[in-house]
């Protein structure tokens, strides 16, 4: 049981290029979301999904898009990065209503 | 929507003390509490939850209390230890169309002085 995995861990892109961050987990978890960490200011939802074929927004969802077509994955797509999504990228996944979240270990993402 | 203030923004003690740290939340209809721990270059990680329908709960060295009217809610850490030391962040969560919309605070770091 790997819990949630992200991939890669590392990227670094440069300004307008496109890119998909991979997220999966193993224990069929219908809530899966994203989030970005930036310094002092927590953990912001970008985008969630309450099972697969259900996205909807969060907190900061302007330049990234998902989509949810198994339980398993829930890619992130950045469309043209800009410097200001130079982050630390975490998926997270959940049973529901009222539980935890598991999170991935994080994609650190630099744009230049 | 959710607002989720936390203090103190960063926190030093001498091994064995106590630390406390605090939120306070703004919407009444926030119903579950995690607190989360995160090491450095490491994930955010559980460590202790409450819901809304509960005023305390303890874990060890670790208790979190809720004020529901006060709309506060803080994380008590007893004999701190130095592998304590890390970035605290508690988060309010609230059923919104069906999933549980978390919001989090901007995190404490805790200093444990050996």
Known sequence: NAGVTQTPKFQVLKTGQSMTLQCAQD???EYMSWYRQDPGMGLRLIHYSVGAGITDQGEVPNGYNVSRSTTEDFPLRLLSAAPSQTSVYFCASGTGVGETQYFGPGTRLLVL | GENVEQHPSTLSVQEGDSAV???????????YFPWYKQELGKRPQLIID?????GEKKDQRIAVTLNKTAKHFSLHITETQPEDSAVYFCAASILSGGYQKVTFGTGTKLQVIP
């Open chain 2, 21 to 31: 740290i605090k939120c306070t939340y703004s919407d009444s209809a926030s119903n």
């Open chain 1, 27 to 29: 224990m069929n978890h």
């Open chain 2, 50 to 54: 409450i819901r809304s329908n509960v």
